[in-house]
């Protein structure tokens, strides 16, 4: 279903400053200082692995991992700078909820924009409406610019329009922490059904339950590399010890 063959992502720094006359004046005064060369820094470095159709595959490691950039390479947000990515079947990525939102524009008016965004049809989104704001219980804020939105109300909002429809590819970060208790527990039974449903499913969190209790199989990622990849127990629980020092208690 997905191959990631060889994948590589590497960023600048940006330590090369461009040049104004306020950093040739921070220059001249700095004693010692030595003109830095540009730096890059490898967010991934050949990452090979293979999802299976309907698998859950989970993604752990720490902050600066590679874990979002990962899943934005997968869903095709990035292109990797080395290696490639064959993903065969509909990728819905719900990573950076209601970033595809116009605060200045009304609840009503982003539910047009972000499915559009996310490639669903007027006629498709006119039949789905009262679906999606029902799912999202913000009907009293349809008229409401999102700019007055707290995060997770506008959260609310993209999960609803993301998982309006059940793609063949859903790539997830973070997202069954969004909003209040009642809506994260909506959020996880809405991916439930669509991990019953035979959704092939990339999920990163950093809550190791949440993994362990819907992951068929996980990956280690460390400072861009492949740690560790295999059972879901296995994987989390060396990934704990090392993070805590100490086994993971089972529950």
């Not at 200082?33 to 595959?57: Q, R, S």
């Not at 509909?90 to 539910?111: H, K, Q, V, Y």
């Not at 429809?165 to 973070?174: G, K, N």
Request: glycine share 8%; with cysteine; proline share 3%.
């Amino acid at each position: 279903m997905i191959d990631i063959k060889k994948v590589g992502m590497k960023f600048d720094l940006g330590i090369e400053k461009n040049f104004s006359f306020k950093q040739l004046f921070v220059d001249t005064l700095t004693p010692g200082k030595k003109k830095k060369k540009k730096e890059y820094f490898w967010a991934l470095d050949d990452i090979t692995f293979h999802i299976n159709k309907g698998e859950v595959i989970g993604l752990i490691g720490s902050n600066g991992a590679g874990k979002s950039t990962l899943l934005k390479v997968v869903s095709g947000v990035m292109k990797p700078t080395k290696g490639k990515v064959e993903a065969h079947g509909s990728i819905a990525p719900m990573i950076e909820l209601g970033a595809g939102f116009d605060p200045e524009l009304t609840a009503r008016e982003n539910i047009y924009l972000n499915g559009a965004i996310l490639g669903y049809q007027k006629d498709f989104l006119d039949q789905k409406f009262d679906e999606i704001v029902e799912f999202s219980e913000l009907r009293d804020f349809l008229d409401v610019p999102v700019r007055n939105f707290s995060s997770g109300m506008v959260a609310k909002l993209a999960f609803s329009v993301a998982t309006i429809v059940e793609p063949e590819i859903l790539i997830v970060d973070e997202i069954l922490s969004v909003g209040d208790i009642k809506f994260q527990e909506k959020s996880r039974n809405k991916m439930m059904e669509m991990i019953k449903g035979g959704t092939t499913v990339l999920y990163v969190s950093h809550s190791l339950e949440s993994i362990k209790e819907l992951c068929d199989r996980v990956v280690w990622l460390d400072r861009g590399h492949i740690r560790m990849m295999g059972d879901t127990k296995k994987v989390c629980n060396a990934y704990y010890q090392e993070q805590m020092g100490v086994p993971m208690k089972e529950k």
